[in-house]
């Protein structure tokens, strides 16, 4: 998902510079290298302008137009975009940078093996991004509301969990501080 609006920094944070890409494309390259496909992304502020700077193939783009009401319309608005043969999908925020293709690959076969509804990864005992759900589970994920996302939907539930070493999981960009702190964290 990339449709917030970035309200704390003084420009739309997908576009940001992450090494030698913008922060959106870095998060699409990783989901790509994990082989994950079809890939739905969800746009709201900012949506033409961001648009100009994706990959020409290898995403599905949606605009969400209520993005304003919160993070739970883009969550609806990528699902109601997948097809009836779709097991379960992913959730990917745009703003962390620190997920990487083992991560995906991890979160997946968890998913696979123990036949679970959610799988994520957990960074000394706290949930975090992204999160795999079971289409058997598409219908709570569709009952939520507001900017909360599925996080408290998601705690009412059995989750297998994958267990990550890698504190920069925690790391999200919210504001110019947050990026200054994830930036120089980017060389450990």
């Not at 033409?48 to 599905?60: A, D, Q, T």
């Not at 009836?84 to 076969?109: H, K, N, Y």
Request: charge should be negative; glycine fraction near 8%; hydrophobic fraction near 40%.
């Amino acid at each position: 998902m990339a449709a917030g609006g970035s309200s704390r920094l003084d420009s739309p944070k997908q576009l940001l510079k992450w090494g030698d890409q913008l922060l959106i494309n870095h998060v699409l390259d990783v989901i790509m290298k994990a082989g994950i496909d079809p890939i739905y992304l969800v746009l709201g502020s900012h949506a033409e302008e961001i648009r100009k700077v994706l990959p020409s193939s290898g995403i599905n783009i949606l605009t969400n137009p209520d993005w304003r009401e919160g993070m739970s319309t883009s969550i609806k608005c990528g699902l109601n975009a997948l097809g009836e043969d779709v097991e379960g999908t992913f959730i990917f925020l745009s703003d962390q940078p620190f997920v990487f293709p083992e991560l995906i690959r991890a979160i997946t076969v968890k998913f696979t093996d123990t036949g679970a509804q959610i799988s994520a990864p957990r960074v000394n005992g706290r949930q975090c991004n992204p999160v795999l759900f079971r289409r058997s589970f598409f219908p709570d994920l569709m009952t939520i509301s507001g900017d909360r996302g599925a996080k408290n939907l998601i705690s009412q539930h059995e989750v297998a969990w994958v267990d990550w070493p890698d504190e920069r999981l925690l790391l999200d960009i919210d504001s110019a501080e947050d990026y200054r702190r994830a930036f120089s964290k980017d060389g450990e």
